[in-house]
């Protein structure tokens, strides 16, 4: 009797931690449009799922994420290395993250703001059971709903824009482009047209510290970006840096890659 009623008292103790775990997120004001509201109730929901299972790690997580989108800075979908994924499912989710992202790129948020934020909030879901790969289907589940609001969401966007890629790789710790790197300057003025995109991303590897790398993928971005301007190239140009994030070819800390020293240029129209 006495074992019974301390196991009931631990159940009541864990449900009412549930409540705390989210009581001072529920009722937020939500600020900004409709994305960041369907951003909110996903997270807020998954967070309650989490705690109801003792999962206070993912619950927080999950928490931030609805405060974040509540606050006006929603966070975007989470990135594969942010979980310990087992190898057979880390393809899948990094083809249906890039889905999910080209989405947002295009302006899902606007064009169908449930959807997209369904979508992403389900992406995060299908992460997260992904990496504890017990519950079937849980997983299942969260990959359905995720595919579903996708599929919605590819049908408000309409056809995609076409893109065509291209890589300028650099020797370690410079900013110098290469005869090689000219080549690649020359071949995106030719395929460049009137009215054409152009986006221009720096990235190094993982050799030096993470601030001083962010420095150089910016610098990287603004050499190849100066390049295509003096080229000819008169379509404005998006930069951006990542330093030693999303890296080509996944390497240890301090590690010299050759194929991470890039700066990744995208031709659409």
Same mark, same amino acid.
């Given at each position: 009797?006495?074992?019974?009623?301390?196991?009931?008292?631990?159940?009541?103790?864990?449900?009412?931690?549930?409540?705390?775990?989210?009581?001072?997120?529920?009722?937020?004001?939500?600020?900004?449009?409709?994305?960041?509201?369907?951003?909110?109730?996903?997270?807020?929901?998954? =967070?309650?799922?989490?705690?109801?299972?003792?999962?206070?790690?993912?619950?927080?997580? #999950?928490?931030?994420?609805?405060?974040?989108?509540? !606050? *006006?800075?929603?966070?975007?979908?989470?990135? /594969? =290395?942010?979980?310990?994924?087992?190898?057979?499912?880390? *393809?899948?989710?990094?083809?249906?993250? *890039?889905?999910? @992202?080209?989405?947002?790129?295009?302006?899902?948020?606007?064009?169908?703001?449930?959807?997209?934020?369904?979508? $992403?909030?389900?992406?995060?879901?299908?992460?997260?059971?992904? !990496? %504890?790969?017990? $519950?079937?289907?849980? /997983?299942?589940?969260?990959?359905?709903?995720?595919?579903?609001?996708? =599929?919605?969401?590819?049908?408000?966007?309409?056809?995609?824009? $076409?893109?065509?890629? #291209?890589? @300028?790789?650099?020797?370690?710790?410079?900013?110098?482009?290469?005869?090689?790197?000219?080549?690649?300057?020359?071949?995106?003025?030719? %395929?460049?047209?009137?009215?054409?995109?152009?986006?221009?991303?720096?990235?190094?590897?993982? =050799?030096?510290?993470?601030?001083?790398?962010?420095?150089?993928?910016?610098?990287?971005?603004?050499? &190849?970006?100066?390049?295509?301007?003096?080229?000819?190239?008169?379509?404005?140009?998006?930069?951006?840096?990542?330093?030693?994030?999303?890296?080509?070819?996944?390497?240890?800390?301090? &590690?010299? %890659?050759?194929?991470?020293?890039?700066? %990744? /240029?995208?031709?659409?129209?």
């Amino acid at each position: 009797m006495r074992n019974t009623l301390k196991l009931m008292a631990l159940a009541a103790l864990a449900g009412v931690l549930a409540a705390c775990g989210t009581a001072d997120i529920e009722g937020m004001q939500v600020k900004g449009p409709a994305f960041n509201k369907g951003l909110y109730d996903g997270y807020l929901s998954l =967070a309650k799922s989490e705690y109801d299972e003792d999962d206070w790690s993912d619950g927080a997580k #999950f928490g931030d994420r609805a405060v974040a989108s509540a !606050e *006006g800075s929603p966070p975007g979908p989470e990135a /594969i =290395a942010a979980r310990k994924l087992p190898k057979r499912t880390v *393809g899948d989710l990094t083809s249906a993250r *890039g889905k999910l @992202v080209s989405a947002l790129n295009r302006g899902a948020a606007g064009k169908d703001p449930v959807n997209a934020a369904l979508a $992403q909030v389900m992406f995060d879901c299908w992460m997260q059971e992904q !990496e %504890e790969d017990l $519950q079937p289907d849980h /997983i299942a589940n969260c990959r359905t709903q995720f595919e579903t609001a996708m =599929a919605r969401v590819d049908a408000a966007l309409g056809k995609p824009a $076409q893109a065509t890629k #291209f890589v @300028v790789y650099f020797d370690f710790n410079s900013v110098k482009l290469s005869r090689n790197a000219r080549t690649v300057i020359d071949m995106v003025k030719g %395929e460049t047209r009137k009215g054409a995109k152009v986006s221009v991303a720096g990235f190094t590897d993982r =050799a030096g510290s993470s601030d001083y790398n962010n420095v150089l993928a910016i610098k990287r971005s603004k050499a &190849v970006s100066s390049a295509l301007v003096k080229a000819g190239i008169k379509s404005a140009i998006e930069t951006a840096a990542y330093g030693e994030k999303q890296n080509a070819v996944m390497t240890k800390d301090g &590690v010299r %890659e050759l194929l991470n020293r890039r700066v %990744e /240029i995208s031709v659409t129209r």
